[in-house]
């Protein structure tokens, strides 16, 4: 069973980077079938996407972060990566890390547990 | 594209059938609509994707329809554990993936 975990620290001050990185186990980063993405829902919110990756290198990110948002891959390590610098109280968010898939209509089949990033001094 | 889900919330009793909507301002790509169920401390789970297909190990009380900028979730036979909020979701206009605000389901 396909497992993606969020990793990355909790607490970040205003107008630093925030920086998450997702492990995912039992897959392969290196799929031609998948993307990987990062969603995020502040609390009591909707869900929001900020971006995804392909093994390609490929990325597409929200046009609302663009300026603001980095995702990579490491394949020796089957993970990816978040960064968004210039955090405001307003990136506090509940983070996800998905996988969407090109068979199931780009549906985000797999979503790890999520981590709780508060913006603060 | 601005996804509109309503009701906001919605309040059944087991055994009823809930019906949700979801309007997209621009008609959707292809079948690029999925809708997602997500528990309180949970992430979400996929439920539909394709507009219609249950995605692995979603009971077949759950069905997907709809096109261009109307689409529905129905759920059958409604259990106390359908309890949660769902959200619709389109991929393919800028941005790539955009959610709708949530139905909250009360059993």
């Known amino acids: 069973q396909v497992r993606l975990q969020e990793s990355g620290p909790g607490l970040v001050k205003p107008s630093q980077t925030l920086s998450l990185t997702c492990s995912v186990s039992?897959?392969?980063?290196?799929?031609?079938?998948?993307?990987w993405n990062w969603i995020r829902q502040p609390a009591g919110k909707a869900l929001e996407w900020v971006g995804r990756i392909h093994i390609s290198g490929s990325t597409n990110y929200n046009p609302s972060l663009k300026r603001r948002v980095t995702i990579s891959l490491d394949t020796s390590k089957n993970q990816f990566s978040l960064q968004l610098t210039s955090v405001t109280a307003a990136d506090t968010a509940v983070y996800y890390c998905?996988?969407?898939?090109?068979?199931?209509?780009?549906?985000?089949?797999?979503w790890g547990q999520g981590t709780t990033v508060t913006v603060s001094s | 594209i601005v996804l509109t889900q309503s009701p906001g919330t919605l309040s059944l009793s087991p055994g009823e059938r809930a019906t949700l909507s979801c309007r997209a301002s621009e008609s959707v790509l292809s079948d690029y609509f999925a809708w997602y169920q997500q528990k309180p401390g949970q992430a979400p789970r996929l439920l539909i994707y394709g507009v219609s297909s249950r995605a692995t190990g979603v009971p077949d009380r759950f069905s997907g329809s709809g096109s261009g900028t109307d689409f529905t979730l129905t759920i059958n036979r409604l259990e106390p554990e359908d309890s949660a909020v769902y959200f619709c979701?389109?991929?393919?206009?800028?941005?790539?993936?955009?959610f709708g605000p949530g139905t909250k389901v009360n059993i």
């Open positions: 039992d897959d392969s980063i290196t799929s031609d079938s998948h993307h």
């Open positions: 998905t996988r969407s898939s090109f068979f199931l209509s780009y549906g985000l089949d797999v």
């Open positions: 979701q389109q991929f393919g206009s800028s941005p790539l993936f955009t």
